[in-house]
């Protein structure tokens, strides 16, 4: 299993940052290749979230489902299609991290653990002559720079107004 850790600082109590991240919905507002959500349950564990992404020709759905809430701190999610991963949202209290003009500061981390070979090439009905490698290849730095411009623009929406946002990629801890 693969995994990747980030995070950032956003400038609102845990509560809040935890509370905007349940809207999972309303996701679909800050990307361009996020084309919609849709969701069946109340937000809670059980409750899927269907992604419709599009890209260049192609266009597929992740189907989510929350597996675990422990608020105001982490919410845990798996993927229930098409490829084995998992992962989770969690909130920490980050005071020190606050400037002097703001009351309050979160970190938010998002971590995700998948099995990169679970993926299925028939899962995407992928035009003649180009291979899942060479879409994984062209999608690859797409996904980090939408994922920074996302992240900018949730921070602005969280925190009233625009600024650079540092994402913080963690390293995965060595194991014995």
């Known amino acids: 299993m693969d995994s990747v850790e980030l995070s950032t600082v956003v400038y609102v109590p845990p509560e809040e940052a935890y509370e905007f991240l349940l809207d999972f919905p309303g996701y679909a507002d ?3 290749h996020l084309a919609q959500v849709t969701h069946r349950g109340d937000g809670g564990p059980g409750t899927e979230y269907d992604i419709h992404l599009q890209w260049w020709k192609l266009t597929y759905t992740v189907r989510s489902e929350v597996t675990e809430l422990d608020p105001p701190n982490r919410i845990d999610w798996k993927i229930v299609k098409d490829l084995h991963a998992h992962g989770h949202w969690r909130v920490e209290p980050a005071p020190a ?20 070979d679970s993926a299925d090439a028939g899962m995407l009905d992928l035009p003649m002559f180009v291979s899942l490698g060479w879409v994984v290849d062209k999608v690859r730095p797409l996904v980090q720079k939408e994922a920074e411009k996302v992240v900018e623009r949730i921070v602005a929406d969280l925190e009233g107004e625009p600024r650079d946002v540092d994402l913080e990629f963690h390293e995965k801890p060595d194991t014995v």
């Open 30 to 32: 800050y990307s361009k």
């Open 97 to 116: 991290e606050a400037p002097e003009d703001c009351e309050a500061a979160s970190r938010v981390y998002l971590y995700i653990e998948f099995d990169a």
